[in-house]
């Protein structure tokens, strides 16, 4: 038997769970089929522009409200929607909005967990980007409150909805590369710097302080701001849980959801010189006791690694199965391959978070937020051991804890700015 089919998978289970306190939201039951399901996208840049569009396109469902600190991306996301759409500066005001049933949160990271708990405490369903959190306490807590408020919540890891992923997962834990010890996620791509920002004043029509919220009160520049803000603390996590969290999600998805005894990362600022705060590159090794997951990223390069900039590669016994841009391809020997193709239209990411809100059931959702708590963990976990240098990091899931550092251990946690904290602690 492959190592793959003795693995034990984690499951979705509601139990345990409280009755929510009060529920605002009229999506609380299993809607009829032929019901609109009103949806809400908060943080309308670049991917949020995205999902206004996506969720707008879907029979059964209409986009009532956008939300954006900058009224320049809300006023743009707004014409995409539908002509009655509400637009709204503060996304406290629009989850008072008991018409929304769902929300998507597509706002910088710092963000996620906590509109997505507010969003549970108003009723709503969410669907929330990756990485779910900033920081693994907030993941550990957004995973109860889904529990608890018996909502649904997608992670944005949207492989997860990929036909050919679903069904060589399937191979893969059926044996077909024999038994799999290690899966090795690639993150190669080149991601220019960005200079040096000098502190102005936020544009015209930006509520900056709603910006930064939880995070420090810091002067305006433009690399702390749309999309640059990935490369510092304060606000993302770099490139792990920007896009290499897709690939860290394929292998844990391969693993089972499961957490690794231990995580050695390191990584280094070799070829940014600028106002970056995260590395370009970082090697990180999540050590279980029957294998490996290895994550590679190097930023400075515009070459593939093992034919892939963004992807994934199983390694067995009898051959390897890669997930990549091409799909997903098996290499029982290195003359042969075959490529994998799902037996059955599969629905994209959107498309099952609506279908699991309709039945007000998580068990439904291809990415429900137990697993992307996860993924997003062991990115987490990775910036940790880059940033503290501690090269063995031992994390207990149940405590929220890494138990043997409590360096490492206090960036478990980030504090909150004064008005600015979390609206649930479980
Ligand atoms: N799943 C994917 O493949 C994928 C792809 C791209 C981005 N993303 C994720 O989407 C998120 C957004 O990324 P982006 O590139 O669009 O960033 P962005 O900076 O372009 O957009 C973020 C938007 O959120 C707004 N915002 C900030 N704070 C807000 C608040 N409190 N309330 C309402 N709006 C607020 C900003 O003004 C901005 O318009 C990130 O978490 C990113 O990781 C996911």
Redesign the pocket.
Known sequence: MSTMTRRKFIKATSAGATVAPLIFSRAWGRMSPNETIHHAV?????????HVRKFQNIRGCEVVAV????R???EKAAKDAAANVKM????RRLLENKAIDTVS?????H??T??ALAALMAGKHVYV???CSHNIYEASLLKKAATQYKKCVQH???RRSKGDHIEGMRLLREGAIGDVYVHKAINHQLRGKIGKAKPEAPPEG??YD????PAPEVPFTRNR??????WFWDY?GGDV???G??QIDVSVWAMGDRYPNRVVATGGMFYYDDDHETPDTLMAVFDYDDGQIIFEQRLYTDYKLEGHDNGNISYGTDGRMEFGRDGVIVYPNESDSYQVKSPEPVEG?VENFLTAVRANDPSLLNSPIEKGVVSSDLCNLANIGYRTGVADLRFDPDKVEITNNAEANALVRRSYRKGYELPYEG
């Open positions: 908060i943080g309308t840049g670049g991917q949020g522009g995205g939300c954006d600190v900058d320049k991306n809300r709204y500066t503060d996304f949160i597509a706002t910088p990271d963000w996620h906590p509109i980007e990756k990485p944005g890891t949207q930006v509520d709603l910006w930064l919220g701001w749309h999309y640059e803000w990935h993302g849980v920007n896009d969290i897709h990411i």
